[in-house]
């Protein structure tokens, strides 16, 4: 469903641990919302528990809980992560976003 690559689980273990999340059995909710300049955007936070009708994936060793809305849009991302001077942070590789914005954090389909 969602890949995460190397890069960002490091980051997300890190933030996780900043943040007083367990990055062993705690959540990253990945979600998308009406909003953005290319009409959706992505949401990224951390969670502790499951919402009734989420759907939960692993990948990486990091545990993935996604709306039930937002699936549809998400099939087959990858969550990256890139650092360093021109680093943007997350970044979503969205195979279905046939449009992105140049933030990077808003696409449309």
Known sequence: MIKVSNEAKTKISALMTEEGFNAQTDYVRVGVRSGGCSGLSYELKFDKSQNEGDKVFEDNDVKI????????Y????????????????????????????????????
């Open 74 to 109: 998400l099939a087959g991302t990858i969550l990256e992560y890139s650092g360093g001077l021109n680093g943007k942070g997350f970044v979503f590789n969205n195979p279905n976003a046939q449009r992105t914005c140049g933030c990077g954090e808003s696409f449309s389909l």
């Open 65 to 72: 809980v996604v709306d039930k809305r937002s699936v549809l």
